[in-house]
């Protein structure tokens, strides 16, 4: 009887630690999923504002309306003081006059080889002059001024880029 009752008691314990060593190791092999779990939940990503600088000579942006040498090109508004990455943005219309001193410059990317995947070392597209003719509505351009143009509305480009639809997200640095 004695012996039973130690038995029973040994084998009680035996459950009981049993018992706290699976909690344990349940609560430290979940315990790295809880973490991240926790930080995304808790701590999302928060974006912060850009400013927009007080001079700008140069955007990007479409060409809604042609009308003789006169270009209106849209673009996201330029004057207002941050924008955040993230979100919609508001844009306006500039008028972009393209002068006889204007250079119209379209890019050439030489086509990639039958089988290669990059180019074999980094070149600068060709650029070749283009007239205003060849701008069409619906086009990406880049425009450069010889002035501020952050709050002018209408001025005289010096140089106008064309995008080829490939090169739409790539800004040239003038």
């Not at 038995?7 to 049993?18: C, D, G, P, Q, R």
């Not at 808790?42 to 974006?47: A, D, I, L, R, T």
């Not at 070392?121 to 060709?126: F, I, S, V």
């Amino acid at each position: 009887m004695l012996k039973q009752k130690i038995n029973s008691k040994i084998a009680l314990l035996i459950i009981v630690l049993l018992a706290i060593f699976t909690g344990v190791l349940c609560y430290y092999v979940t315990f790295p999923l809880r973490v991240v779990e926790k930080r995304v939940v808790e701590e999302p990503k928060k974006m912060e504002p850009v400013a927009i600088p007080e001079e700008i000579f140069n955007f990007t942006g479409a060409i809604v309306a042609k009308e003789g040498s006169i270009l209106s090109v849209e673009i996201f508004d330029l004057t207002k003081k941050e924008y955040t990455l993230k979100g919609e943005h508001p844009k306006e219309i500039r008028k972009v006059e393209v002068g006889s001193e204007t250079k119209i410059i379209r890019q050439i990317i030489e086509p990639l080889k039958a089988g290669q995947t990059t180019p074999p070392e980094p070149t600068q597209p060709k650029e070749e002059n283009i007239s205003l003719d060849d701008l069409a509505v619906g086009d990406q351009i880049a425009v450069q001024a010889a002035e501020n143009i952050k709050y002018q509305k209408e001025f005289t480009a010096t140089e106008i880029l064309y995008l080829p639809p490939a090169l739409k997200n790539i800004k040239k640095s003038f």
